[in-house]
């Protein structure tokens, strides 16, 4: 008797298509034809096109419209989420590109002085060009794959590197100003598994961005359908990350493109392979919307895990109670809690940072109101150039206040879940302004140093 899978059977995702509103895109060069924009006044409109002329902005209607609190601006945290605001440049930086604006310069000069400004901002934070992209057999960099940690290879399609709508915190921004020298970003499927092919050792494949789910179904399955073949037995995960759930939930819905998607995940999950959505969520407000609920319903309908993460962000999300209410928002819609992220020191890092003693005290008050099935988020963690590294809490060891710290990933997995320990700082925001506590160096850091080495002789 043949037994018809039961994705076949059921396809509870195969449900009515809903019709989309027009997809509108606005960049730096339509603030001025924004409805909600052109209400502001003159010196806020004037702010936002001096710190969009040098960090990436883009949003699309869809987000202006059914996410924004228009009523409380600047305060509202999903307006401080879309739209750039004056304090995300320094002041010095912030006072050069107006003062160019103001006397209207010639573009080819404020091309020159922009780009001075983004190289000061660590474009690549944490090793991203220097440690973590790999090389062939013959020695040669394979642009377009990260392999920082032994299990998990990220892949950048260069059909994804955009995004729905750009988040102003966003650590890739990078990847969309248009510099092809900052960019990461892979045309060619065949060599990423090529590279995976040599590797057993991976486990995991994230296909990252940007945003992958931009990308037209067809060119995503090409990337994805391979893997799901007995000569990549070793690839037990694939992971996508993405804000179109909130962005654009409309790529989930819609007939054609939307039941595409859906069927591609449907696919991965019966071929016994674990798929996750790797749901940027930032507030809780991101999921009320009715779209977004439907969306995710028919994504877990396909058997997808839908995880959820989400750095710590000054004027956005830097309160417990926010945090509480996501998580348990979260649960609700049946989607794991899965990090929360120390924001990394690259952009507009000096606006959003939070020291990592209150980032520490937000993630305890804000466990501390939730149950246990909110509890599989972890955090506050630094994706650092060494690793993953989570502040485990504040104590006090030998008569000393100290940060308790642990790997959760590393570049040597020998690393991970070995507290260690560094001197308190109430004014530290990140891994490299914390002295070790107890010895001259943090036990990783001779071994580390080794790496980097190494990769300088490369």
């Known amino acids: 008797m043949t037994v018809t899978p039961m994705a076949e059977r059921l396809a509870p995702w195969n449900c009515a298509p809903l019709t989309a509103p027009a997809f509108e895109v606005y960049t730096a060069r339509d603030l001025d034809r924004i409805p909600q924009i052109q209400a502001l006044d003159p010196e806020r409109r004037f702010a936002m096109k001096v710190v969009a002329t040098v960090l990436p902005f883009r949003v699309n209607r869809y987000v202006t419209e059914h996410l924004i609190d228009w009523d409380n601006i600047p305060d509202d945290p999903l307006f401080q989420l879309l739209y750039p605001q004056p304090g995300m440049l320094r002041p010095d930086h912030f006072e050069r590109v107006a003062s160019l604006l103001r006397r209207d310069a010639p ?79 892979s045309a ?11 590797h057993p050792e991976v486990t995991d494949v994230l296909i990252t961005g940007g945003d992958p789910l931009v990308m037209k179904t ?3 399955k090409a990337y994805i359908e391979p893997l799901l073949s007995p000569e990549f037995a070793h690839i037990r995960s694939i992971r996508i990350g993405t804000k179109a759930l909130t962005f654009w939930p409309y790529r989930f819905l819609t007939e054609g493109e939307g039941q595409a998607l859906l069927d591609l995940f449907a696919q991965v999950v019966a071929s016994g392979k674990q798929l ?17 609920q439907e969306a995710i319903a028919r994504v877990r309908a396909t058997g997808a895990m839908i995880r959820a993460q989400a750095p710590l962000l000054a004027h956005i999300n830097d309160d417990s109670d926010v945090w509480a209410k996501l998580w348990q928002r979260e649960v ?14 690259t952009g507009a890092h000096h606006y959003f940072k939070v020291p990592l003693a209150r980032a520490w005290r937000i993630y305890r008050d804000a466990l501390q109101r939730v149950s246990g099935l909110a509890r599989t988020v972890r955090g506050p ?25 642990r790997f959760l990933q590393g570049r040597n997995p ?38 980097l080495g190494r990769e300088a002789a490369a």
């Open 414 to 451: 020998a690393w991970v879940d070995r507290p260690f320990f560094a001197r308190f700082d109430p004014r530290a925001t990140w891994l490299d302004e914390l002295q070790p506590a107890f010895e001259p160096r943090f036990f990783w850091q001779d071994e580390f140093d080794a790496m």
């Open 276 to 292: 996750a959505l790797m749901a940027h969520l930032n507030h809780w407000r991101e999921l009320e919307p009715a779209p977004t």
């Open 218 to 220: 067809a060119h995503l």
């Open 332 to 345: 609700e819609l049946g989607i794991v809690p899965y990090y929360m992220f120390v924001e990394r020191d």
């Open 381 to 405: 963690s630094m994706s650092a150039a060494p690793g993953k590294v989570e502040v485990l809490g504040v104590s006090r060891v030998a008569g000393q206040r100290v940060f308790v710290l």
């Open 188 to 198: 060619e499927a065949a060599r990423m598994h090529g590279y995976l092919r040599a």
């Open 107 to 185: 573009q080819a000069e404020v091309a020159s002085v922009v780009a001075e400004i983004r190289h000061e901002l660590n474009p690549h934070p944490a090793g991203q060009l220097k440690l973590n992209i790999p090389r062939d057999e013959t020695g040669q960099p394979i642009n377009g794959l990260q392999h920082k940690y032994r299990e998990t290879v990220l892949l950048f399609p260069s059909q994804g590197q955009t995004c729905h709508s750009y988040c102003t915190f966003c650590f890739r921004w990078a990847q969309f100003i248009g510099d092809k020298s900052l960019r990461i970003a």
